[in-house]
């Protein structure tokens, strides 16, 4: 961890930095592991990797479809079946000052590739044998990643509720965040979203005829796409 930090501490802040993948690659080699769970609402593995000098590394995964085995694999490497859990390969984040490891192998006295693991009875037995627990929403650790995940959060309570039922705070919070957008230097997002709320702020008040809703859709559709690419390119 100390090396970590210090790593860290030499680096430029996340917002202006290119991250590329490879160089946040980390293999964490755990003096023992604590607190492992599984969250079946996020379907999210997780533990704490604690090194010699007690400080810790919170590690997880998250299910995904195209790698239905890796939790599996993940649990039966935590069982201790196969030894301790000597080393956890994966993409290292900052949440504030708390490192989270994302994981992609890790190794006993066997190696996993988590996204290559096949389907194994002793492994699916080993994950529904952790205990349950709550995972903590781990999201943007810089302010820009924070700004787009609020946007992403308004358009989602738009497309959930309606523009007919929105709450009553929507508005409000969406012109903050629009502000917020543009001040990040995010000026053609937040002209786009500005639009969006203000289309739908109409549609509340006078309904929406149905000419007007495709129209609607696709102002909404390029909307998430915008945002998806100002997304992209802080990866």
Known sequence: MANLRQARAAQPHPSVAPRHAAGRFVVFSPARIEDAFY?????????LAIDGDDEAVIVRRTHAAHTPHALAALALA???????????????DWL??????????????????????????????????????????IHAASPLEQHLLHQHRLCAAALHHGASALPAHWLADARQCARSLHDAGFQALAGQFLQLAQDLRDVAAQGLAVDASTA????????????????????
């Open 39 to 47: 969250d079946p609402n996020q379907q999210v593995l997780q533990f």
């Open 78 to 92: 935590l069982s201790g079946q196969h030894g301790p859990l000597k080393h956890v390969g994966g993409v290292l």
């Open 96 to 137: 504030g000052p708390t490192p989270v490891l994302h994981a992609w192998s890790c190794a006993a006295d066997r190696l996993w590739s988590l996204d290559f693991a096949p389907a194994h009875p002793p492994a699916a037995a080993a994950l529904a044998a952790l205990p349950l627990g709550h995972a903590d929403d």
């Open 216 to 235: 609607l859709a696709e102002r909404f559709a390029g909307l998430i796409g915008l945002r998806q690419l100002h997304a992209d390119a802080l990866v």
